[in-house]
């Protein structure tokens, strides 16, 4: 057991079934999969849901119990875009450290990003993932790399990583920049029925700048990167979606141009998702101050029209899912001048206080929608058996405190690294209980 100020994380998990039945009581049930909202029990038993009910019955009188009187009960969250560094930056994150501060989140599971060292490009590769991941606190799903070694050039074994275990395939951390080469990973994909997660950049705009090309740019006296770098590129990755009838997943969306691209690429019948991250909704450039290095990462917080575009997105459902983009780095990568600092902040911890705080108590989403955002579509993504709450699904269960109010403090991160753009911001809900498989994994402010 590894304790914090604000719970613990218990591991490892032991298979998918629990020791003895579950019972949470009381709780409100938010499951748009079966069409529940409101105030119910859920039963679970062997690691499955086995009821969800408004009596008890009496053979569960002596079952684990949880009282969620005043919280939420939903389906297990799932963060599609995580980066653990293992293999080979264990000195920013491990996968242990990882799918603990995931736990702490909410989140039952990950999809974690292939750009470690080595990459995730090989079979082999994918399998160390998977296996590290086991008696963690949350489930990894790795993605394997587009390109071998995230060069561009050459496709990776696709076929061999997804039958190891890997559901996307992406460059994330690079654009596919050629486009012939992408055209061919869509064509290739197909075969699977995977996503291709899209870090959808033109490099040749984006080159040498470190932030958002703009009037705070300016003032700063750093290069920036416009936002026509991300558009022009987002616009290629539909067209190409389009022309090969492939599924593409754009990643971490900052611009409203983008929002505009996808949204009009749905209407034409285009196989497009599309994710943005909680400091895309909250922030803006203008939130860098006097060079905060937390609050640079790629793409870069943009300015009051992006975010309230990206917020309209979230709300009219364009944007399908939110994720972290949850990138760890050791404080001499950050604690340097705003140029020479790595790009990525830290997410996993913050995601869904930030999502409650600034989107479902807001009233720009309902909570039956935040579920969708972050929990239903991502499992739909994926193509995971996740997302619900009905009798016999495996239970994966995030209880929620809607209303406890918490500053969000590094020392208390489960994260190896700090490098959070929200912190000492004050946010409101977070979750209270984490269950994996029917288990117990985290227990925070109840």
């Known amino acids: 057991m590894v304790n914090r100020k604000n719970g613990c994380v218990e591991y490892p998990v032991n298979s998918d079934a629990a020791a003895k039945p579950l019972v949470i009581v009381g709780g409100r049930v938010i499951d748009p999969s079966a069409g529940v909202d409101g105030t119910y029990n859920v039963i679970v038993e062997n690691g499955v849901i086995k009821a969800v009910c408004a009596d008890i019955p009496p053979q569960y009188n002596d079952a684990e119990k949880i009282d969620a009187n005043g919280m939420w009960v939903v389906p297990g969250l799932v963060d599609m875009h995580v980066h653990l560094r293992e293999p080979g930056r264990e000195d920013k994150e491990t996968i242990a450290t990882g799918t603990q501060a995931a736990a702490a989140g909410g989140f039952t599971a990950v999809a974690c990003m292939p750009n470690t060292n080595p990459v995730l490009d090989e079979e082999a590769k994918i399998r160390y993932v998977i296996q590290r991941g086991e008696g963690c606190p949350c489930r990894i799903y790795p993605v394997g790399a587009i390109t071998k070694a995230l060069e561009g050039e050459e496709l990776a074994p696709m076929g061999e990583m997804v039958k190891t275990g890997a559901k996307a395939v992406s460059d994330d951390g690079k654009p596919v920049a050629k486009s012939n080469v ?133 709300a009219d459902g364009t ?45 720009v989403i309902t909570p039956a929608q935040m579920v969708e955002r972050m929990s239903v579509a991502p499992n739909q993504i994926l193509g995971l058996n996740g997302g619900t709450l009905k009798a016999g699904s495996v239970a994966d269960i995030t209880i929620v405190n809607p209303s406890i109010k918490w500053t969000v403090d590094a020392e208390a991160f489960f994260s190896k690294s700090r490098n959070s753009a929200f912190l000492g911001m004050e946010l409101t809900g977070v979750a209270a209980y984490t269950v994996l498989g029917g288990k117990i994994v985290y227990r925070g402010k109840c």
């Open 182 to 314: 992408m055209r061919n990973a869509l064509n290739y994909s197909k075969s699977f029925n995977i996503p291709v997660i899209c870090h959808s950049e033109e490099p040749t705009l984006s080159a040498k700048g470190h932030m958002n090309e703009g009037l705070v740019s300016t003032r700063l006296g750093v290069r920036g990167i416009p936002v026509i770098a991300e558009d022009i590129a987002v616009s290629r990755d539909l067209l190409l979606a389009e022309y090969t009838g492939a599924r593409v997943h754009i990643a971490h969306v900052s611009t409203a141009g983008s929002v505009r691209l996808i949204r009009e690429a749905k209407s034409r019948g285009v196989k497009v998702t599309a994710e943005t991250c909680p400091h895309y909704f909250v922030l803006t450039d203008e939130d860098i101050g006097m060079y905060d290095t937390n609050k640079k990462m790629n793409p870069p917080l943009r300015t009051a029209v992006d975010r309230d575009a990206i917020i309209a997105g979230l």
């Open 319 to 363: 944007i399908d899912t939110i994720a972290s983009d949850h990138a760890p780095h050791v404080s001499e990568e950050k604690d340097v001048e705003f140029d020479a600092a790595m790009f990525g902040v830290v997410g996993l911890e913050t995601s869904l206080g930030a999502v409650l705080t600034y989107l479902v108590h807001k009233g």
